[in-house]
């Protein structure tokens, strides 16, 4: 027997129990991994609360790192006493053991360590795409990016800044602008006291940005629309404060001919090669020192629900990871 974080029913972190679980052998093409450090992330409460589907009773989380107890019979790339880290599911990363597809894992390097990886694996990942393919920046562009002291908009200042991006970036106070400007911000916005339409417009002479990023949605949607460049492009890639309903269309035209998506990591890592390359491509950053990885939270396994319940009312910065 081992511990597992579970859930019976949706709802808020009380739901999220402790308790004993035998995990499953691992089929011809899985692999068994025991955890060392497990990674927290936005995305795990929308499935806790029923905001993305769930069958249950279930796991949770999709982000760990640690190392291969067990291999399947079709299993080639991977051996036992390997290092991995894993990112993209599937539920029940919130444990001490799991065992998931092969296809799913990345090859953990030696300069780049359990609680490291289980930090910034996810968010890295995403940044990597949000950045490196849907952008496709290439340096002196001056975007916007939405909370970008938390744990994505940490990483995604220092990747903008080693890009030689101008990264604006949105925050909740002096102390997190002071934090994003450290990372390698461009500038910040405080949104609990400017205007963000009004200092964008300010700081791009006019222009607005090329590239809005947006993790927030409902209550940023509009404020985002309305700093696009003509033909710009908006990424809304989150729900925080929850998600964007009853789009209409020819609002895009209204603000200038902009363009839309929104994206997923599993939609860009969507092939083993695919999501190697993309991790290879991060965990070289992590190791050259140019993303530097801040761990400021570090809960037991057994305290998820608390290190949720923080994330969720804001109180984090940079990453949190749980530790089994």
């Not at 492009?233 to 200038?256: C, D, E, I, R, W």
Request: contains cysteine; aromatic residues 6%.
């Amino acid at each position: 027997m081992t511990k597992r974080i579970q859930l019976s029913r949706h709802g808020g972190p009380e739901v999220l129990e402790y308790v004993d679980f035998s995990p499953a052998a691992p089929g011809p093409h899985e692999v068994l991994v025991r955890n060392r450090a497990i990674g927290l992330n936005f995305i795990d409460i929308y499935f806790r609360n029923g905001l993305y589907p769930l069958e249950l009773p279930s796991g949770l989380g999709s982000e760990g790192a640690g190392v291969v107890e067990a291999v399947g019979s079709a299993v080639r790339e991977f051996q036992v006493g390997d290092r991995v880290a894993y990112a993209t599911g599937p539920q029940g990363s919130y444990a001490e053991l799991h065992t998931l597809p092969a296809d799913v894992l990345v090859p953990l390097p030696d300069a780049v360590s359990f609680e490291q990886a289980a930090a910034v694996t996810l968010k890295g990942l995403t940044v990597q795409y949000l950045l490196r393919q849907i952008g496709q920046l290439e340096g002196g562009e001056t975007i916007l990016f939405h909370a970008a002291a938390g744990g994505v908009g940490s990483l995604a200042c220092q990747w903008a800044k080693a890009l030689g991006v101008k990264l604006i970036g949105t925050v909740g106070s002096a102390e997190k602008a002071a934090r994003a400007q450290a990372l390698g911000a461009w500038a910040t916005i405080d949104y609990s006291r400017e205007n963000v339409v009004e200092r964008v417009l300010e700081l791009t002479n006019g222009a607005k940005c090329p590239v809005v990023y947006d993790s927030v949605g409902k209550d940023t949607w509009e404020t985002s629309l309305d700093c696009v460049a003509r033909r710009g492009l908006l990424v809304s890639f989150g729900n925080s404060s929850g998600p964007v309903t009853g789009v209409n269309l020819g609002v895009l035209a209204q603000k200038g001919c902009l363009f839309v998506t929104r994206p997923t990591l599993v939609g860009y890592a969507d092939t083993a090669e695919r999501l190697r390359a993309m991790a290879a491509e991060l965990y070289a950053r992590v190791a050259d020192g140019s993303l530097q990885v801040e761990i400021d939270q570090r809960y037991a396994l057994a305290d998820a629900g608390q290190a949720q319940a923080a994330q969720a009312a804001r109180q984090t910065t940079g990453s949190t990871i749980l530790l089994p």
